[in-house]
C-alpha cells in the first residue's frame, strides 16, 4: 500500500511529465532543435551508476554501448527507444537504458533510428534490422539477445522480430515492451476511455504521429502494428503498461494475441501511472519496482535456459 509520501510524489512526478510532454508536442518549434531540447532531459536523470558507456556508429546509425560492472559474458539488450517515431534518442533513453542493462546484467545498444516526417515508414524498421544483424555479426549467440522499446519503440521491437523472422535471421531469446505502441489503428478501448486520465498523450497526438510516420501507408501492415502481424514462434515476452494511459491496451491486446499465437507472455498493467513511467525510476519507488519486475522476468528465463 502507497504511503502519503508516494501518493504526493506519484502526483507531482505525474504534473511534470505532463508539463514536459505538451512541451515537447509544442509544434511551432523547428523539429531539429526541440529534438536538441529533448536530448537534454539526462541532465535531469543521469545514467544509472556502475554503467560504462561507449559510442559508436553502424551505416551511419549512431548508438549507444553500455557496459555494466555486472555484465553477464554474451548477453546483450537492443534497445529501440520511443517517442512517436518523431522524436527523443539513445541519448534521451540513457538513464532508463542504462538501468536496465544494470538489472538485466547485460550490456545495452541503443540506436538512433531515422526519424519521421524526414524519414517515413520503414526507415526507423529498417534501420533496427541494421543494428540487429550487426549484433549478430558481433558473435552474440541469438538466445542470449534481449530486445526492448518503449512506446514507438516497443512497437520496433516487434515489428523488428517479424522483419527477421521474413528476413531468414534468429529470433532472440526474449521481448520486452515498455508501454509499446503495437496498433496504428487506435482501436483499443483506452483509446476512448482515458484520455480524461493520460498526462501525456492524447489520440489526437497520436494520429498526428501516424501521418508523419506512414505518410498515408496502411496502418495494419505488420511492421506498423505488429498486432496485426503473424506471432507465431515468438520468444518468451513480458509487457508493462499503465492504467491510465491511453495505450494501455495494446498492451492488452498484444498479449491476448501472443497467448492465441502460443507465445508466452507475461502481462503488468499498473493502476493510476502513465506512459512509460518506468522512464521515472530515479523519483518514484513503483517505476523501480517494475524495471525490477522485468529484471526478474530475465533472471528466471535465463536460470532455465
Known amino acids: ?28 518549434l523547428p523539429a531539429p532543435l526541440l ?10 536523470s543521469p545514467p544509472a551508476p556502475g554503467c560504462d558507456l561507449a559510442m559508436g556508429s553502424i551505416d551511419g546509425i549512431d548508438y549507444d554501448f553500455w557496459t ?4 553477464t559474458p554474451g548477453r546483450i539488450l537492443l534497445y529501440s527507444h520511443g517517442g512517436g517515431y518523431v522524436m527523443f534518442s539513445h541519448k534521451s533513453h540513457r538513464s532508463l537504458a542504462s538501468r536496465l542493462a544494470v538489472e538485466f546484467s547485460a550490456q545495452a545498444i541503443v ?7 524526414e524519414h517515413p515508414f520503414p526507415a526507423a524498421i529498417d534501420d533496427a534490422l541494421t543494428v ?6 558481433l558473435g552474440y549467440d541469438p538466445k542470449n539477445i534481449i530486445l526492448a522499446g518503449d512506446s514507438a519503440g516497443g512497437g520496433i521491437t516487434f515489428a523488428l522480430m517479424l522483419a527477421a523472422r521474413d528476413k531468414g535471421l534468429p529470433l532472440p531469446g526474449l521481448a520486452i515492451g515498455l508501454s509499446p505502441w503495437v496498433d496504428m489503428t487506435l482501436s483499443g478501448v483506452s483509446m476512448r476511455d482515458n484520455p480524461p486520465t493520460d498526462v501525456m498523450l492524447q489520440p489526437e497526438d497520436i494520429r498526428g504521429f501516424i501521418a508523419k510516420y506512414l505518410a498515408g501507408g496502411d496502418p495494419k501492415h505488420a511492421y506498423a502494428s505488429p498486432l496485426f502481424g503473424d506471432l507465431r514462434g515468438l520468444p518468451p515476452v513480458m509487457l508493462q503498461a499503465a492504467g491510465d494511459e491511453v495505450l494501455r491496451d495494446d498492451s492488452v491486446m498484444l498479449a491476448a494475441a501472443l497467448r492465441a499465437a502460443g507465445v508466452a507472455v507475461e502481462l503488468d498493467v499498473w493502476p493510476g501511472l502513465f506512459h512509460v513511467f518506468e522512464f521515472a525510476w530515479r523519483f518514484l519507488p513503483q517505476s523501480n519496482e517494475a524495471i525490477v519486475k522485468m529484471g526478474d522476468f530475465v533472471r528466471r528465463h535465463f536460470s532455465r535456459s
Open 35 to 44: 529534438r536538441k531540447v529533448i536530448d537534454q532531459i539526462g541532465i535531469i
Open 132 to 137: 540487429y544483424e550487426h549484433v549478430l555479426k
Open 111 to 117: 540506436y538512433n533510428y531515422r526519424l519521421a516526417p
Open 68 to 71: 555494466p560492472k555486472n555484465a
Open 1 to 28: 500500500m502507497q504511503t502519503e509520501t508516494e501518493d504526493l510524489s506519484t502526483r507531482l512526478t505525474k504534473q511534470l511529465v505532463g508539463a514536459a510532454t505538451r512541451f515537447a508536442f509544442n509544434e511551432s
